[in-house]
T-cell receptor
């Protein structure tokens, strides 16, 4: 079963913050985050391997709560370039990946 | 330049006509994978390979075949395409070991089966 992402879509103004959540009904052993701009391939943002881990990538960071089987992606002071669809993914068995259905984010000037 | 290439980028075909979508990477990655992307369903894994001659099914393998005879290539074969295989297909590769199993995606192949 695919991880569930929320919200499904969000519209922001430049400079606003956003949070994208990813939750799973099954245990999460790692969480991967990708961003896909319209008409392009997904691009890796970060991976969280341990519960309680937090990581940052410019103004984009993420946390991983292993007990709650969820991860959150934080976008701070959004820029136009942040627009796209964000996917969380996890492993179901060794190297078998499953992704969420995505969150469409649009940043307006 | 490190990259994953796919060919063709666009393909329109008819039901039942066998086709192959090629995927090649120049990063010496052990791991390669195929995904399909459909509206509202996100990315779903079709097949993956951990090394030459080692392949396994993902979540949606029905109707597809793969082979890994060389480390750099991982073609996706549709023996008898059907309209429900109309989709956007991505190939990806990554290292097997290490802290970051970052997957590098190819540019995608848009397939239409009529």
């Amino acid at each position: 079963q695919q991880p569930v992402q929320s919200p499904q879509a969000v519209i922001l103004r430049e400079g606003e913050d956003a949070v994208i959540n990813c939750s799973s009904s099954k245990a999460l052993y790692s969480v991967h985050w990708y961003r896909q701009k319209h008409g392009e391939a997904p691009v890796f943002l970060m991976i969280l391997l341990k519960g309680g881990e937090q990581k940052g990538h410019e103004k984009i960071s993420a946390s991983f709560n292993e007990k709650k089987q969820q991860s959150s992606l934080y976008l701070t002071a959004s820029q136009l370039s942040y627009s796209g669809t964000y996917f969380c993914g996890t492993e179901r068995g060794t190297y078998k990946y499953i992704f969420g259905t995505g969150t469409r984010l649009k940043v307006l000037a | 330049e490190a990259q994953v290439t796919q060919n063709p980028r666009y393909l329109i075909t008819v039901t039942g006509k066998k086709l192959t979508v090629t995927c090649s990477q120049n990063m010496n990655h052990e791991y390669m994978s195929w995904y399909r992307q459909d509206p509202g369903l996100g990315l779903r894994q079709i097949y993956y390979s951990m090394n030459v001659e080692v392949t396994d099914k993902g979540d949606v393998p029905e109707g597809y075949k793969v082979s890994r005879k060389e480390k750099r290539n991982f073609p996706l074969i549709l023996e008898s395409p059907s309209p429900n295989q109309t989709s956007l297909y991505f190939c990806a590769s990554s290292w097997l070991a290490g802290e970051s199993n970052e997957q590098y995606f190819g540019p995608g192949t848009r397939l239409t089966v009529t």
